[in-house]
């Protein structure tokens, strides 16, 4: 029987087609390389620049979820007190209603003493009829009572179950905020790792150079605003405001800190929040809700103590010294400082 085999290819035959073969994958995954932008040996590889435009975005990334982490915590803390407070008027109230029906009680068992005939056979029967209709008197008495008690329990007790509706709504609000205050500050922290990742493919050298430039670009910002001749001397528009000034200006090299409101370190919303604090002023938290703390004012009319408040959704604040230039916390890794006014597009700005 006749077998159906491939003739045999000599050896040096299948070396080169195996050479030749091994040399076209070669050039393929060469030029597949060249051609390709997501080359992860340069991808991991950017320049000082490129880590500079990421670490920046990724910087004011986290600066929003800050806000939104400050609003959390703020909600926290306010819905903790009226969780609080519900809680202890549910108790006094739970007390006062008993009360109430201990006097209850009390009014029944003597109408049940005093009962049991009609009131004209016990007048008939009784020794002694001035004392009986003087005792009725009595009675007639406790039952007026009694009707008013009932009516006072009946108002106590939907009082009472109105708070413990108010009281558990609290709580659930509570136990929400609490979940979105853990999200608010993971969004946080991952945005900032991102950055610090980024800003460790660069040398000590490299990073030092950088911090070095943005602290000269942001001191030759404020030169142009003022002229090269320093803050102007207007004055702020009260003692207040003033106050506030001096506590931003003691605050200037402090470091930033996401979520802190001082004194040692601070976030944007955080430095306003303190240094008018000082002033004997409680600002809300955030830079947004700061943005509704006072009347509007045009920047032309700015003056020492305002409140400059920059950005689309309101996430960045600073504290306006005169001479165009403001004093704010700008960013992780950097020191509170002064600034060019007109640095970042203005959204409003606020006289406290």
Not at 106 to 135: H, V
Not at 177 to 185: G, S
Not at 203 to 213: F, I, M, N, Y
Request: with cysteine; proline share 5%.
């Amino acid at each position: 029987m006749a077998t159906h085999r491939r003739p045999r290819q000599p050896r040096l035959a299948r070396a080169t087609l195996t050479a030749a073969a091994a040399t076209a994958v070669a050039l393929g995954a060469a030029a597949a390389a060249q051609a390709s932008p997501a080359d992860p040996a340069v991808a991991s590889h950017p320049s000082e620049q490129e880590v500079k435009q990421q670490v920046d975005e990724l910087y004011a990334q986290a600066e929003t979820a800050t806000e939104r982490y400050d609003g959390t915590r703020e909600r926290v803390r306010q819905l903790r007190v009226e969780a609080a407070s519900l809680q202890d008027q549910v108790a006094r109230g739970r007390d006062a209603l008993n009360r109430m029906l201990e006097d209850l009680s009390e009014i029944a068992g003597a109408q049940y003493r005093s009962g049991g005939i009609a009131p004209t056979m016990q007048l008939m029967l009784s020794s002694d009829p001035d004392g009986y209709l003087d005792r009725a008197t009595a009675l007639d008495r406790l039952a007026a009572q009694q009707a008013d008690v009932l009516h006072e329990v009946a108002t106590k007790q939907r009082a009472l179950d109105q708070r413990r509706a108010e009281a558990a709504a609290r709580l659930a609000d509570l136990e929400t905020a609490r979940h979105d205050l853990v999200r608010d500050k993971q969004d946080v922290q991952r945005r900032l790792g991102r950055a610090r990742a980024l800003l460790d493919t660069l040398t000590g050298g490299q990073r030092a150079r950088l911090t070095a430039e943005d602290a000269r670009a942001a001191r030759q910002r404020v030169n142009a605003a003022t002229g090269g001749v320093g803050l102007s001397s207007l004055p702020a528009p009260d003692a207040r405001a003033a106050t506030a000034v001096a506590a931003a200006t003691g605050a200037l090299g402090s470091p930033y800190f996401y979520g802190a409101a001082g004194p040692y370190s601070f976030d944007c919303s955080g430095l306003m929040y303190w240094a008018w604090r000082q002033a004997g002023v409680t600002l809300p938290r955030t830079s947004q809700a700061q943005a509704g703390a006072g009347r509007r004012i045009p920047l032309s009319e700015a003056r020492p103590g305002d409140l400059v408040i920059y950005y689309g959704d309101m996430h960045h604040v600073g504290m306006y010294v005169g001479g165009g230039t403001i004093i704010h916390a700008p960013y992780p890794g950097a020191r509170v400082r002064y600034e060019s006014a007109r640095t970042m597009p203005i959204a409003a700005v606020v006289r406290v």
